[in-house]
């Protein structure tokens, strides 16, 4: 056990719809990380925050967001869903400021888009 | 752009036998490098990591890695590889002259053969 909780772990939804999906890090982990993970596309950075502040973005799309609250959970918004959208995906806690520490995964969240 | 490659998408290797799981990296300055593993419908598992110091890194189930600069790579090895071993495995960079983004190449699935 990680420690990082995701939820939920299976989420069936339909195309044009909006989902969010929950990630509770560690305890005492200031930074999260949200990935997606798909079959040809492989691990695929989206975007993390340290202590409610965004300080990475990768590739996400604009019908994306996220944020992470004061009690340092975070939630990633996946809105107007597509096909292409049906992915696990992973949040990752870290207890090091500047990445220097090894990410704690959690279980990840199963979407798929029918 | 920080970015690593894992050239191979499987290896097969028979048990007992020394294994290899290649990977390459792209940083504009010294990169943070680390290793995860990933078993099925599981989320990733960090293996063991390289920030500075030694080029030969020793982590979590008798892996270990070599740190090249000159070559750029941070292959994963072990001396003897077990049934248990068979997974996915992920090398990931994180460019400390940038910001926090951990990016991950696409994964290398090892088959041990019994």
């Known amino acids: 056990d990680s420690g990082v909780t995701q939820t939920p772990k299976h989420l069936i939804t339909a195309t044009g719809q909006r989902v969010t999906l929950r990630c509770s890090p560690r305890?005492?982990?200031?930074?999260v990380y949200w990935y997606q993970q798909s079959l040809d596309q492989g691990l695929q950075f989206l975007i993390q925050?340290?202590?409610?502040?965004?300080?990475a973005k990768g590739n996400i799309l604009e019908r994306f967001s996220a944020q992470q609250f004061p009690d340092l959970h975070s939630e990633l918004n996946l809105s107007s869903l597509e096909l292409g959208d049906s992915a696990l995906y992973f949040c990752a806690s870290s207890g090091l400021s500047g990445g220097t520490g090894e990410l704690f995964f959690g279980e990840g969240s199963r979407l798929t888009v029918l | 752009a920080q970015s690593v490659a894992q050239p191979e998408d499987q290896v097969n290797v028979a048990e007992g036998n020394p294994l290899t799981v290649k990977c390459t990296y792209s940083v504009s300055g010294n990169p943070y490098l680390f290793w995860y593993v990933q078993y099925p419908n599981r989320g990733l598992q960090f293996l063991l990591k390289y920030i500075t110091g030694d080029n030969l890194v020793k982590g979590s189930y008798g892996f270990e890695a070599e740190f090249n600069k000159s070559q750029t790579s941070f292959h994963l090895k072990k001396p003897s590889a077990l049934v248990s071993d068979s997974a996915l495995y992920f090398c990931?960079?994180?460019?400390?002259?940038?910001?926090?983004?951990?990016?991950f190449g696409k994964g290398t699935r090892l088959h041990i053969l019994p």
């Open positions: 990931a960079v994180r460019d400390p002259n940038r910001d926090d983004k951990i990016i």
């Open positions: 925050y340290y202590n409610g502040e965004e300080r």
């Open positions: 305890s005492g982990d200031l930074s």
